[in-house]
Nanobody, 124 residues
């Protein structure tokens, strides 16, 4: 059974940086899972932040985070990271790691495997 374990959340000041990590346990992600990070703020729907295909090439980003966030994967370590930079208060949310079998998660069609979420709070 595949499990996703997120870490790295916490408080960050506006303009600051934070790195989220997702460890995949129970299967190898290499050539098997497209991965994504989603977030959900109170009162809002869950939204796709970034996704990355199995190859690791040409990741996709929400317009709101382009140029500020970077998604990366280390297939040898079975991890997916989300580097957050130039953080804004509107980035405050619970961030979820997501895995989609043999495809890339999309805004309307996430994968079937979710992590438990990690809270990010951007505030001065």
């Amino acid at each position: 059974q595949v499990q996703l374990v997120e870490s790295g959340g916490g408080p960050v000041q506006p303009g600051g940086s934070l790195r989220l990590s997702c460890k995949v346990v129970g299967d190898d992600i290499y050539s098997t899972y497209g991965m994504g990070w989603y977030r959900q703020a109170p009162g809002n729907q869950r939204e796709l932040v970034a996704s990355i295909p199995r190859s690791g090439f040409i990741p996709n980003y929400a317009d709101s985070v382009k140029g500020r966030f970077t998604i990366s994967r280390d297939n040898a370590k079975n991890t997916i990271d989300l580097q957050m930079s130039s953080a804004k208060p509107e980035d405050t949310a619970t961030y979820f790691c997501n895995a989609a079998y043999l495809r890339v998660p999309t805004a309307d069609n996430p994968g079937g495997i979710w992590g438990q979420g990690t809270q990010v709070t951007v505030s001065s």
